[in-house]
């Protein structure tokens, strides 16, 4: 594909109810990262995957959220029981491969944005 | 604690002036730097990124960004503004002890009057 895609593009959800929000990289990119971002403020790390293996979890804010990717290509962000402080775009990038010194590009999709009633 | 800092929440150019976006970090060693564009109901777009070399790098849409290491700042520049340059524009910088975590800013917000 031409770039990251992840869907869907919106969500709205009752408090309490699960969601799984789906990344599909560029074909052929190595490693996948999570991120949310709140209006007005940067991008906050969430998860990062070299192919299937979850690399790094430590922005997970509490044991609710999960990811996976289990063939090294679509990863899916999953929210268990979600609060109303959950709602936040939901951004999905990835990068042709690990490291290669730290000067790999991240592309980033077009995000999920979250609304929790 | 490392950081980045984006101290304009918004700057307003008239077409056709000069931009410039400012940046500012405050990481340990020589990190790699990067600039995001946000356009309204999309993702963030690669804009450029200095990793060694020449500090005057040049990116998409005829944007450049100069890279200071004394002033450890990677100024975003354009020459001649466009309206459609109108975005949200992010720093974004990874340290060298880190080859995937980015360090960002909270964004600036570029409105290009015509």
């Known amino acids: 594909g031409a770039g990251v895609s992840q869907s869907p593009r919106y969500k709205v959800t009752k408090r309490g109810q699960d969601v799984a929000l789906r990344c599909d990289p560029i074909?052929?990119?190595?490693?996948l990262y999570w991120y949310r971002q709140a209006l007005g403020q940067g991008p906050e790390f969430l998860t990062y995957?070299?192919?299937?293996?979850?690399?790094?979890k430590s922005g997970l804010p509490n044991d609710r959220f999960s990811a996976e990717r289990p063939e090294g290509s679509i990863s899916t962000l999953t929210i268990q029981r979600t609060e109303q402080r959950d709602s936040a775009m939901y951004r999905c990038?990835?990068?042709?491969?690990?490291?290669?010194?730290?000067?790999?590009?991240?592309?980033f999709g077009p995000g999920t944005r979250l609304t929790v009633l | 604690a490392q950081s980045v800092a984006q101290p304009e929440d918004q700057v307003n150019v008239a077409e056709g002036n000069p931009l410039t976006v400012k940046c500012t970090y405050s990481?340990?060693?020589?990190?790699?730097l990067f600039w995001y564009v946000q356009y309204p109901n999309r993702g963030l777009q690669f804009l450029l990124k200095?990793?060694?070399?020449d500090n005057l790098v040049k990116g998409s849409y005829g944007f450049e960004a100069e890279f200071n290491k004394s002033q450890t700042s990677f100024h975003l520049k354009k020459p001649s503004a466009l309206v459609s340059d109108s975005a949200l524009y992010f720093c974004?910088?990874?340290?060298?002890?880190?080859?995937?975590?980015?360090?960002w800013g909270a964004g600036t917000k570029l409105i290009i009057k015509p």
């Open positions: 990038a990835s990068s042709l491969e690990e490291g290669v010194g730290g000067t790999d590009t991240q592309y």
């Open positions: 995957f070299n192919y299937e293996a979850q690399q790094d």
């Open positions: 990481v340990s060693g020589n990190p790699y």
């Open positions: 974004a910088v990874r340290p060298l002890d880190s080859n995937y975590q980015l360090i």
């Open positions: 200095y990793i060694t070399g």
């Open positions: 074909s052929g990119h190595v490693s």
